[in-house]
């Protein structure tokens, strides 16, 4: 959960966590949370939860802000301030790739606020490419292989 408050981009006025992560548009990313198809990884630096990344699958009745379709799990992806700039985040963001390739997923979809640069440049270099937007936010695509 604090992944997940972590990972939501709010430049200013940021809710407290437990407001955010409940509301009705967020509280989709984890209730029941180990449901078919979801997947998280955390990266652990001394022991310490540097950062994670995560996906789950939502269908047309019940979409998150980065739906692409019911086959393509939404990505969520955090790193925690400390450990920015140090290469966990591409890390991570392959390893959680290569799960989803392992588990026959042919894409991977995520939505991220298009003033959060840094991210935007991250998903740029991983192959993530423009689907579309949603609200404020763009919706960006990654085709894998199996």
Known sequence: MDMHYESIHIEQGKPPRSELLNSPGMVKYNENWGRQGDMALIA???????????????????????????????????????YRQRGVGI?????????????????????????????VRLYDRLGFQFHGISGTSWTMKLDITN
Do not use: C, H, K
């Open 44 to 82: 652990l630096i001394d022991n310490i939860p540097a950062g994670a990344a995560w996906y789950r699958l939502f269908d047309e009745s019940n979409q998150g802000y980065g739906f692409v379709d019911a086959q393509t799990p939404e990505l969520g992806v955090a790193i925690r301030s400390e």
């Open 91 to 119: 890390r991570l963001m392959q390893a959680i790739t290569q799960q989803a390739v392992s588990q026959g997923y042919t894409a991977l979809s995520l939505s991220v606020d298009p003033q959060n640069q840094a991210a």
